[in-house]
C-alpha cells in the first residue's frame, strides 16, 4: 500500500510542478464571451476576475464561449520562444491574437470527439506580441461533465511547456493504457495460477474485477479514439465497464462475509439496472442520467461495505487495506458526483482510484500467492531430498559386502517413497496435514538410509579384520500413537488404488499417552512391513485394523486383517528368515527384521491366525514413563476459563464438544476460543487476574508469531499448553523447557483425560465421562464421515464393517452403549436382523442408520430409525 501511495503521490506531483522558469498567469483578470461569435472585439465581455473565479464561473457550463486576458510584454519577455499552457481545458478551443486564430485543437464548433481529455498548448509569435495584447480562448464545451475549465495557465520556453504537457499527457492518456494492459494481464495470471485453489470462485471474481477495471481505466487513453470517433458509443462503453468493475470488486468483497448475502443480491440488481439504463440510452444525455442514477446507488453501496468493513474487521484478513481501498473509491466517487452536479470542477477520478485500489487488493492476493510459492517449494525441496536419497540408497546397495544389505535396502526404501511420490505428484500447495505427512515420510526414509549406512560400514571393517564396534543402539522414549498415525496416513496414500482396502487405526482414551523405548525409525520399519503384509495378503478387498492399548505394564500393539488366514504348518515358520506366505516374489526379510527387532527392545511379537477369518500380529512393549513435556491429563478448576488459541476450526469444536460432554458451563467453566494473536493479546490483558488454563497452537497461519512466542510475550507459561503436531522438533522442545510449557500432540487432543476439580478440594474424575458409540457400515465412506464427526464432538467412536466381528465384541460391551447399524451389510445380511440379536440379548440403545424411510421397520418400535448423517454436531460444514 505504501508502494501506491507513493507512486500517486509521485503523478501528482508531475502534474503540479510549473515548467522551469514559467510565469504564472493565474492573477490575471479575465473576462467572459458567449456565443458562436464571441472572438470577436464586438463580443460583449464580462469582467470575471482571476483564475479562480474564473474556474468558478464555469464550472457546469456548455455551450461556445470565450476567454480573454490582457498579455503584457512583461508575460513573455523573458523567453527567446514563448509559449503559454492552457492546461486540460476541456473539450475543443482554438487560441486568438488580437482577433488572430494562431492554433487549434479541433474546429469551434466541434464535429466531433478529438482530444478534450488532452491538456493544450500553443506558441507565441513574437512577431504578433507588442507591450500589451489580447490573448483569447475560444472554447466549445459541448459535453457537460468533460473536465475543466483550465486547471492552470502559465507562460514559459516552448521546450519547457511541450514538455510539460506531453509528461501530463502522457500521464492522462499513455499511462492509464499501460496499466490497463497490465491489469489485465494480473487478472489472467492470478486466473491461473489458482485455477486447482479450494477459494477458485473467489479468485475468479478477482481477476474479473481486474479485467473490468482494466478495460473502465482504457478509456482516459487516446486508444479508443483511433477505431472510433462515435463518442456516444465510446461513453457507453465507459459507463458499462465501470459497472462490471463495481460488480466484480464488490461480488468479491461481500464474498468473504458470510453475512452479506442479501447486499450481494442489492449489488446484482443495481448492477444489472444499471446496465439496462446505459444500454437502453439513446443519447449521451440519457446514458448521463442512468450512469449518474447508478453512481448514486454505488456511493450508498460503498458507504455500507465501508461500515461492513470496520464492524467485521477482526474476521477480514488485511481488514486495513480493504478499508483504505472502499475509502479511496468513496472519495473517488463523492468527487464525481459532485462534477455530474455541477458543484465541482476536474476529470473522472474513479478510473485513478481504481488503480490504487486494485494495486491494493493484488498485493493481498500476492500474499496468497506467496504461499503457494512457499508450498511449491517445500513440494520441490521434498522432491529433491527424495532424488539425493535415492542416489545415497543407490550407492548403499552398490558398496554392500553381501546381497542381504541390498536386499534389505530394496525392501524397506518402497513404501516411504511411494508415499512420497503420491503427495509430490499431485499436490499444489500442501495443507497442515500433507506437510506432517512428508516430513515424517522424509524423516523416516532418511533414519534408514543413515542407520544402513551404519551397518555396512560395520560390515566393512569386520571384513578388513579389524574389530568391529558394537552397534549404535539411539533408543529413544517415543510416543507410539504419533509414529503410527502418520505412517497409517502414508500407507493409505501408499495403498490409494486398491479402493476396496480399507486401514483404520483403532484408538480410544485407553490409547493416550503410551510411550516406549525402542528406536523410532526401526518401529515405523517394523510397522510398515506389517501393514504391508497384511495388504497384501488381502487382494483388492477386506480391511487392515491397528489396535493400541495396555496390558498391566506392557502396550499391546496389533495389526489386524480380515483376509484369508495362515495355514498352522506355515504360521510356525513366519518370523524366520525366508519364511513367507501369500506374497509374490515375499522374502520374509520383514517379518525376520520385525521380530529381532522387538526383541531387542525387550518385547514380543506373536502370529495368531484362523484360516478364513483372518490374521493378527501382536507387538508387546514394556511401557515407559512419559516425558516430562507430555500432559497425562487436563486438570480445571471450577469458576475459572480455558482459552483456545488455533487457526484450525476443527479443533476448536473438538474442545467444544469434549469440554460440553463434561459439563463445564454448570462448574463455571469459561471456554473461549481465538484464531488470531491480538484476541488473545486482549483478552489477557483484559483478565490478567483471571484463572485461566490456555491451549495454544504452535503455527498460525497467516501470523508471524507463534504460540510459543506468544506465551513468552504474555508470561503464561506456566499456565499453557502447547497442542501441536511439532512436538518432537528439538526447538520447540528446547523453548517448551525454557518456558516451562507442556505439550499434547494435536493428534491427540480428542483423547486426552479431562478432570474437574472438586469444588472441595481433591481432584474428582468428572461424572460425566466422554461419550461413546459403535457404528455397523459395510461402507468405507460412512466410516470416515461419522469419525471426523466423532472426533469433532468429543466421542469416542470404534467402527466395524465385519457383521461376525462385531458380534464377537459385541460381548464384552455395555448393554446400553449406543449402537448405529446400516440396514444393508452386503453378502444379503440385514442389520434389522442383528438388531433384533441384540435386543434379546439385552441392548437398550439400538439405532438402524441407513437411507430408507422409517415406516418400512415400523414393525420393530424398540427401534429407532435415523438418515446416514452422524447424530452428532448439527451443521459440519
Known sequence: ????KSLLAGFLLLLTVPAAGSGDLGGKTFFLSEGADCELRTAVRSKIGPLPELKKRLSGKKGVYCVSWELRRSDYYAYAEPAIYIGRVGDVSEFYID?????LTSRVPAGGWYLHAFHSYYYLPRWLLGETNEALLKVDKFFLLASGPMDEMV???WDDIRRKARIANYLRGDLPLLLSILFVVVGALILGIFRNHSNFSG???FSLACFTGGLFSMSLSRVLYFFSADYPLIYKYNCAAGILFFYFFLSFFYGSLDTARHFRKLNAAGAALGMIGILAGADVLSTTRAYAAWLFFIYVNLMLLMGYTLYYRRQLRDASIRATGVGLLLAATTHDILVYAGCATGG???PYAIFIVLFSFVFIVLTDMEQIYLAASRTAFAVGERNKLREDLEQVAKIAAIGQMAAQVAHDIRSPLAALDAVTKDVAQLPEDKRIMVRSAISRIRDIANHLLEKNRQARISADG???????RSEEICLLSGLIE???????????SKIGVDIEAVMDESSYGMFARIQPAEFKRVLSNLVDNAVEVLGDKGVVNLGLTHEGGNIVLTVTDNGKGIPRDILEKLGQRGGTYGKAGGSGLGLYHARNSVESWGGTLKIGSEPGKGTTVTVTLPAAPGPDWFVSGLKLRPRSAVVILDDDTSIHRIWQGRFDSLGVKERGIEVLHFSAPEELRSWVRNNAEKPALYLTDHELLGYKETGLSLVEELGIGARSILVTSRYEEEDVLKSCLRLRVRMIPKGLAGLAPIEIEDDRGPDVPSPRPAARAVLLDDDVLTHMNWEMAARENGVSLETFTDPGRFMAAAEAMPKDIPIYIDSGLGDGVKGERIAGELHEKGFTNLTLATGH???????????RVIGKEPPWGGDRR
Open 1 to 4: 500500500m505504501t508502494h501506491v
Open 99 to 103: 482577433g488572430k486564430k494562431i492554433g
Open 155 to 157: 507562460i514559459g520556453d
Open 203 to 205: 479468485y475468479r471474481t
Open 348 to 350: 473522472n477520478m474513479i
Open 466 to 472: 579389524a574389530s568391529s564396534a558394537p552397534p549404535v
Open 486 to 496: 502418520p505412517l497409517i496416513s502414508e500407507k493409505r496414500l501408499q495403498f490409494r
Open 853 to 863: 424411510p422409517p415406516e418400512r421397520f415400523a414393525s420393530l418400535p424398540w427401534l
